[in-house]
């Protein structure tokens, strides 16, 4: 008998993305699916989508086999999108846009020729798509880093984009599809490094430089702060006595040395004195 042992995958990391929060990404693909799925549901691209909905949103790496598929490029002063849409959906959101009912599951699209509609089509889907995109990206963005996201992605023509650069890739299905099967696909954005570098620095924790800076210039001794307390008297009694006191009874105590304490550890003693009608500590000495 031959045992085979399996051993667990560890996920690579990439040094290139040591601290950088790329862990924080499925929080950026949350957003985005409800940034896609309500610019879906607008009355104006009602034409368009019908009734497609949004199933997931995910980060990857391009590995090589997104190359088969056709990308158009849009591009912007603040970085370049690169957008793919799996034909049988675009073919979908032709039927609804020039007025079929319900698109086709079941239809092979590689039967259905190429047109310059369709392809005008893709262009237009794509520009909406990658400017919903940029708009989550940049709402991300701190305020005083945003801006440079707001500008209008232009198409810039097909290209396939870098090998190993990042990629969302959208899921979308038609439930109402023809033929009784639900319609699946997908589309995808290809970020390139500028746009990627964007996403992460919107998705690094909240800072303020002036008080990290203000908090650096002093020691540690300076900023760790510590709550102390001061024990100005104490008095044993016994139990008799403490059950036997009224209301105006005096109990008699002379004042020594305060105790100081941290977390009922002895610190210091101190003596008490009076300063503009308040009991303050003074002449601190170590206990020993």
Same mark, same amino acid.
């Given at each position: 008998?031959?045992?085979? #042992? ?80 799996? *034909? ?10 020039? &007025? #079929? ?24 889907? +794509? ?51 023809? +033929? ?31 008080? *990290?800076?203000? *908090?650096?210039?002093?020691?540690? +001794? ?7 307390? &001061?024990?100005?008297?104490? #008095? ?53």
């Amino acid at each position: 008998m031959t045992i085979i #042992k399996q051993t667990a995958q560890h996920q690579v990391l990439d040094p290139c993305l040591l601290g950088r929060p790329v862990h924080r990404l499925p929080a950026f693909a949350a957003q985005l699916k409800e940034d896609l799925a309500q610019a879906m549901r607008l009355n104006v691209n009602r034409r368009y989508w019908g009734t497609f909905q949004v199933d997931s949103v995910a980060f990857s790496r391009l590995a090589g086999e997104e190359n088969t598929l056709r990308w158009t490029n849009f591009s912007a002063p603040a970085g370049q999108i690169a957008f793919s849409l799996e *034909r049988k959906v675009l073919l979908a959101v032709l039927n609804y846009r020039y &007025g #079929k009912a319900k698109s086709n599951a079941a239809a092979d699209d590689s039967a259905v020729k190429v047109t310059a509609t369709e392809e005008r089509l893709a262009v237009l889907l +794509g520009q909406q798509l990658a400017g919903t995109l940029a708009s989550r990206i940049e709402s991300n963005l701190p305020a005083a880093a945003a801006g440079a996201e707001d500008e209008g992605f232009k198409p810039a023509g097909a290209g396939l984009p870098a090998k190993g650069g990042w990629v969302i890739s959208v899921t979308v299905s038609d439930p109402d599809s023809e +033929g009784g099967q639900p319609l699946s696909g997908r589309f995808l954005f290809a970020l390139d490094k500028p746009l990627m570098a964007s996403v992460l620095r919107g998705l690094q924790p909240e800072r303020d430089p002036v008080r *990290r800076a203000g *908090r650096n210039q002093a020691p540690l +001794g300076a900023r760790l702060q510590v709550g102390l307390q &001061g024990r100005l008297v104490s #008095k044993e009694m016994e139990l008799g006595n403490l059950f036997d006191l009224r209301i105006g009874d005096v109990i008699p105590i002379s004042m020594h040395r305060a105790e100081v304490l941290l977390d009922d550890s002895r610190l210091f003693t101190a003596a008490v004195s009076e300063h503009k009608g308040k009991l303050c500590l003074t002449s601190f000495e170590d206990v020993e």
